[in-house]
């Protein structure tokens, strides 16, 4: 069973930067399809980014050319990078780890808040 940790969110004005981390244990995030969610307040739970290497990867439209998801596997880590943010970004962003083969992610982080002020 692998944990996983997010980190790197707060508080940061329209058009700047953030970093979201996702720290994995228990076993390594190689090998495992990645994705970061996001749940604004009231809204339903959305699909952000996923990779499963560095040319496999999808975004949503929403954040396509501003977002850039990446992994680290020498740390066991996963990021978001995320520029131009908007305050449409604001939400609590969640990562979350499947097989290839499965259709839903089996496991999930906590959550970092994200809050893209105007």
């Known amino acids: 069973q692998v944990q996983l940790v997010e980190s790197g969110g707060g508080l940061v004005q329209a058009g700047g930067s953030l970093r979201l981390s996702c720290t994995g244990s228990?076993?390594?995030?190689?090998?495992?399809?990645m994705g970061w969610f996001r749940q604004a307040p009231g809204r339903e739970r959305e699909f952000v980014a996923a990779?499963?290497?560095?040319?496999?990867?999808n975004y949503a439209d929403s954040v396509k050319g501003r977002f850039a998801i990446s992994r680290d596997s020498r740390k066991n880590v996963v990021y978001l990078q995320m520029n131009s943010l908007k305050p449409e970004d604001t939400g609590v962003y969640f990562c979350?780890?499947?097989?290839?083969?499965?259709?839903?992610?089996?496991?999930w982080g906590q959550g970092t808040q994200v809050t893209v002020s105007s």
């Open positions: 979350a780890v499947k097989t290839r083969s499965e259709v839903a992610y089996r496991s």
């Open positions: 228990g076993r390594p995030l190689s090998g495992f399809v």
């Open positions: 990779t499963y290497t560095p040319q496999a990867t």
